[in-house]
DNA sequence: GCGGCACCTAACCGATCGCTTATCTTCGAC
DNA sequence: GTCGAAGATAAGCGATCGGTTAGGTGCCGC
């Protein structure tokens, strides 16, 4: 029983299916199915089996699934206690949309660390299924992106999300377009817009966008940019685009069923599982800074500018 | 960071040796040197380091050894949940000093059995040092022997300490005499008299008794014979040394200092954290049944003869 | 200052871990 | 009935684990 394995089973049990857990711990999936064949046979349980809806959990699983999870936050736990020992900084691993991560974590956590100081952050992808298995087995603190069932998750930020594309496109000028006068318009989308439990995944579904239509870019800025240059239309958050509306370079499509009013999520374990940065977090988000370091967000500060105390990396 | 290595980590800290943990884990040293060095460059930190008295802990071992040692009593937990949920028998294992071993561990714990069922018990000796270090990490479940602090022990049963001879020996009918009237004369012993924390070992420190005059013998019917063979003199419980005394193979002899009256205890981790069996043990001790088995106990029962539900194995 | 004890390090060895790619099973959908 | 998707299994690989024996190293008591 190492504690590779009660990891890899916890996150099968949590996410339902040997393939997530392997994305989600950047493995191959036999990685993961043998970590949790070796678990099974030194228990002598089969603790997860398939079921009609994704693998689920045994008898045995179940009781095991809550001791597994506590072990494996444990040693998280341990190496931040000696960290803290240590006077090092506190880590703080941030799990974030796609494009929460590109816009909004970066200049966030900058602000943040500035206030409260002793912080490394990094700031890593995952799709909204992922979050909330993440967190609760410690491979991040917190989450950004929408309501997570299962965590304490409060509202961090409105936005809005609208359409855009360039001046001049097939939808100009009209006050109100049904959903298919974009059809056959190839849609621009960032890594967000392949995650069906993502927003702008439900936008795509809502408005029927074939698959073959959505064309996945590595950033928001370069969906953006190619929808500027008339490649096609792109969902967008307005006061991220607010710019290259307002200088011209893009317009908000009237399309029906936009604009959508949402709510960026923070997440985070229960408070009497958090560490003192995460907390320290929470409460900073409340704060008139933080406020501003989101809006100000633009998305044009090259990540590797931040220097310490706070490293931002980007890890996938 | 492996749950060996914790589980050395955590003995050293509460053994307060490398050594003294290696010899309760039945491995040699440098395998828990070796473990320890491999934790300590993980985490880099000492955690514990030599102290006047012993291995201290380090200001981070301070904050690891509690999560270690949770983590290694969850191990523990998650494989008897999984023995649980299959429906096989509780483990309990037992560790006790030498003499509880031999004479009240097995009876006791056959007449346990009997009485819960689905319980399947196992012995182990210990010094009195081990003792707690092993119940607090769940190497063992249940400790008998003397008063162990840091865990909950209870009075379980009244002995009295005296020492026999063969009749007709150096003491025979004196009616009270001093240490001295000893001297040079073998002590026979089981292995708790080379445990210095035992009542047999304290009575030899206090009698002066010197090392090369101290013969262990594998058992303490073992040295009772050997005494009863005029090869010197035996600490021995009042009670299991009856038969023999009444039917004229040792005596009794008048020493100085004895005879001493004492309390064997059952400890157990604090009632939060036991297993159902393990509360079912202590409740148990309190009927007469218990008492009736633990003094009934009389060493000639081989081990072999106990059938399931309950094994009853010796392990050192 | 010199044993001796306790701990650490070195060197080595077999077993296991953790991961890969490639290939079967298995089971549900059409 | 067959196809596809998901999981299990196989084979192979380097790294690590967990253990051993042998040989330092550092501190204490005499």
């Known amino acids: 029983m190492t504690l590779t394995q009660l990891e890899a089973f916890v996150l099968v049990a949590r996410l339902g299916s040997v393939k997530a857990a392997a994305q989600a711990l950047g493995v191959?999936?036999?990685?993961?199915?043998?970590?949790?064949?070796?678990?099974?046979?030194?228990?002598?349980?089969?603790?997860?089996?398939?079921?009609?809806?994704?693998?689920?959990?045994?008898?045995?699983?179940?009781?095991?699934?809550?001791?597994?999870?506590?072990?494996?936050?444990?040693?998280?736990?341990?190496?931040?206690?000696?960290?803290?020992?240590?006077?090092?900084?506190?880590?703080?691993?941030?799990?974030?949309?796609?494009?929460?991560?590109?816009?909004?974590?970066?200049?966030?956590?900058?602000?943040?660390?500035?206030?409260?100081?002793?912080?490394?952050?990094?700031?890593?992808?995952?799709?909204a299924a992922e979050m909330s298995a993440l967190v609760q087995e410690r491979l991040a603190d917190v989450a950004l992106g929408p309501r997570l069932a299962g965590l304490e998750s409060e509202p961090m930020m409105r936005y809005r999300l609208v359409v855009v594309a360039a001046p001049g496109g097939p939808l100009a000028g009209r006050a109100r377009a049904p959903a298919r006068g974009v059809a056959g318009v190839d849609w621009l989308v960032d890594a967000s817009g392949a995650d069906p439990?993502?927003?702008?995944?439900?936008?795509?579904?809502?408005?029927?966008?074939?698959?073959?239509?959505?064309?996945?870019?590595?950033?928001?800025?370069?969906?953006?940019?190619?929808?500027?240059?008339?490649?096609?239309?792109?969902?967008?958050?307005?006061?991220?685009?607010?710019?290259?509306?307002?200088?011209?370079?893009?317009?908000?499509?009237p399309l029906e069923g936009t604009p959508i009013d949402e709510l960026w999520y923070v997440s985070t374990v229960s408070a009497d599982r958090r560490s003192p940065a995460v907390t320290r977090l929470r409460r900073f988000l409340a704060t008139p800074d933080a406020m501003q370091a989101m809006h100000r967000a633009d998305g044009s500060v090259p990540v590797s500018r931040f220097r310490p105390p706070v490293y931002v990396t980007i890890w996938s």
């Open 28 to 127: 191959s999936e036999p990685a993961v199915s043998g970590a949790l064949a070796a678990l099974r046979q030194h228990l002598g349980d089969p603790l997860v089996v398939r079921g009609p809806t994704g693998m689920a959990l045994s008898a045995g699983g179940q009781r095991v699934v809550g001791i597994a999870s506590q072990m494996v936050n444990l040693a998280v736990e341990a190496e931040a206690a000696i960290r803290h020992a240590q006077g090092a900084p506190e880590l703080l691993r941030v799990v974030a949309t796609s494009t929460l991560a590109e816009f909004v974590a970066p200049s966030l956590l900058t602000a943040f660390a500035a206030r409260v100081g002793a912080v490394e952050a990094s700031v890593g992808l995952a799709t």
């Open 197 to 253: 439990d993502s927003e702008v995944g439900g936008l795509l579904r809502r408005l029927r966008v074939p698959e073959g239509r959505v064309k996945v870019f590595p950033s928001q800025a370069a969906a953006w940019a190619a929808a500027a240059d008339g490649h096609g239309v792109a969902p967008a958050v307005a006061h991220l685009v607010a710019r290259d509306v307002g200088r011209g370079a893009l317009v908000v499509l």
